[in-house]
Every structure is written in C-alpha cells, then in structure tokens.
C-alpha cells in the first residue's frame, strides 16, 4: 500500500499531515519511530553493524585509528558547515572535541533506519566546553550544548567498508550555546 509519489506507505505520510499540527519534536519522535520500525531491516545485518560500529568509534573519539577498519582509506566525508573532506580528517576533528574540547561529550540516538546500504542515525550530541582547544577561551562557569544532528553512512555490502559519511547539524544552536563563532566570523 505505497503512495504513489513516495517510498513511504500511506500510513505514515497519513501520520506526518496529522502530527505537523503538534510540537514538532512530538512529529520528529513518532515519524522516525514509525520509519524505524518499519524500515529497519531493508539493509543486511552487516551493512547495520559496520555502520553501527563505525557511529560509535567516532563519537566516542577514537579517531582514524579506532575508526579506519571500519572504513575504505578513500572514504569522504561531507557537511555544509564544516571544512573535512575526507573521513580520517573528520575522525581526527571529533577525536578533538571528544578527548580535548569536551571531554564529558556524549550522544543519544533517537532514531536509526536503513536502506540497502545506507543507515542513518538521528541523534542529539551533549557535551561542555571545559578544556582549551575551542575558538574562544572556556566560559566561568563552562557553558553546556545539545545539538541535534544525523548520519547517513553508506556502506558498500561488497566489502563491508565505509564509503561516506553525511552529516547534517545545527551548527547556529550549538555553536551559540557554547558562545563561539560561526566559522567564518571573528
């Protein structure tokens, strides 16, 4: 029972129209819940644990070294609000926010589906900015963020390896909530 404009079924576009009314974190929750559920076992269960393993490496710091068997050495990495190219760079930048910058930084996933080769992660990242490292000096008191982010990590089902990684976050709220600049401003 698909719509004929989307892979969707009818019931959760259904559901988007009706909860588009109530807050929209009460949409974003049941939407993704719904797709979760329903979505979740398109891709193999190899594609979901590369991909899986790979999500937590990075957001707990570990680096390219933690990182990189879970990944093609060529593997990009691509967001409009950050300069990384490449996977092992942006590895390397989370490493540095997770041991240095914030080093209580933590993540929350709220929700994870998949496709054939793709998974995404709709997560919140948590941290305080309580070490030297950042564009400005550490606040007195050290100021705490919440940023809503997503992953969507395509995995090549041939070689069970990382081929890229697309984030999108809200830079403007987390950025503001530890009082530093936009990159590009001073």
């Known amino acids: 029972n698909l719509c004929r404009?989307?892979?969707f079924p009818s019931f959760?576009?259904?559901s988007l129209h009706f909860f588009t009314t109530t807050p929209d974190h009460c949409c974003f929750d049941i939407i993704t819940r719904v797709t979760h559920s329903y979505y979740f076992n398109m891709a193999s269960q190899s594609v979901i644990d590369v991909?899986?393993?790979f999500f937590?490496?990075?957001?707990?710091?570990?680096?390219?070294e933690g990182c990189k068997?879970?990944?093609?050495?060529?593997?990009?990495?691509?967001?409009?609000?950050?300069?990384q190219k490449r996977l092992d760079e942006y590895t390397e930048w989370m490493k540095g926010l997770v041991s240095g910058i914030a080093p209580?930084?933590?993540?929350?996933?709220?929700?994870k589906t998949s496709n054939e080769t793709q998974v995404v992660f709709v997560c919140l990242f948590h941290g305080t900015h309580t070490l030297p490292g950042g564009p400005v000096p550490v606040a007195d008191p050290p100021k705490k963020m919440s940023c809503p982010y997503t992953y969507t990590i395509t995995v090549d089902p041939a070689t069970n390896k990382v081929t890229s990684l697309y984030k999108v976050f809200d830079i403007f709220s987390g950025f503001s909530a530890w009082g530093w600049p936009l990159p590009g401003q001073n």
Request: hydrophobic residues 45%.
């Open 69 to 83: 068997e879970f990944a093609t050495a060529d593997a990009t990495f691509e967001c409009a609000v950050l300069p």
């Open 5 to 7: 404009f989307s892979c």
């Open 12 to 14: 959760l576009l259904v």
């Open 51 to 53: 991909a899986t393993a």
């Open 56 to 64: 937590e490496a990075c957001e707990t710091g570990k680096g390219w």
């Open 104 to 111: 209580d930084a933590k993540y929350e996933i709220l929700s």
